[in-house]
């Protein structure tokens, strides 16, 4: 629930002085029927429930009958977006965006995306960028592309970052992880 989103996340932020940035998104078809979730419209889901958790995060609305002072710390919110509509709107409304396995032309494309998304919404401040890459350290090379196969092979079996795979260049990879060769799917 929304309440209990903010009310957690500005408890962390009281907690640490104010160090909480609270990541959201939309998950996966696959996942989110698992939990019974039906998110209809992904991203207007998201759009209200951002807008209820900052409700909250402010302590107005029905939740607070009462006068109470917000949260002692501002929370930034940060949204998960791997599609261009999706990092738009995240432009549009949050305070950070959070994409994961980009190349780095498609993180040159995206200036193009969040721009057109700020322009909705020029009296937020531009959106920080945060792209999630997994890092994998070690003395042998082949050893560590083993380890980065069997950590990402499971995104390889969810049909949204197939997609991406695919979106992203990686054809071959997309292939292979929708026939089900999921550590195959991860390339070199």
Not at 42 to 47: D, E, S, V, Y
Not at 65 to 76: I, L, N
Not at 152 to 170: D, E, H, I
């Amino acid at each position: 629930h929304s309440l209990a989103c903010a009310q957690a996340a500005a408890f962390v932020a009281d907690v640490t002085g104010g160090r909480m940035i609270l990541g959201l998104g939309v998950s996966h078809p696959v996942v989110n029927a698992r939990y019974g979730i039906e998110m209809g419209n992904p991203l207007a889901t998201l759009r209200e429930y951002i807008g209820e958790v900052r409700q909250h995060l402010r302590r107005e609305g029905p939740a607070f009958p009462f006068p109470e002072p917000p949260a002692a710390y501002s929370v930034p919110i940060y949204v998960a977006a791997l599609t261009s509509k999706a990092l738009e709107q995240a432009a549009e409304i949050a305070d950070g965006i959070m994409p994961v396995f980009w190349p780095p032309a498609r993180v040159r494309q995206s200036q193009t995306w969040i721009a057109r998304g700020h322009a909705r919404a020029p009296e937020r401040a531009r959106p920080d960028f945060t792209l999630a890459l997994p890092a994998f350290i070690g003395n042998d090379l082949e050893e560590m592309r083993q380890l980065a196969r069997q950590a990402m092979s499971p995104y390889a079996a969810v049909p949204t970052y197939q997609r991406l795979f695919r979106t992203c260049g990686f054809e071959e990879e997309a292939v292979k992880a929708e026939l089900g060769a999921m550590a195959e799917a991860i390339s070199d």
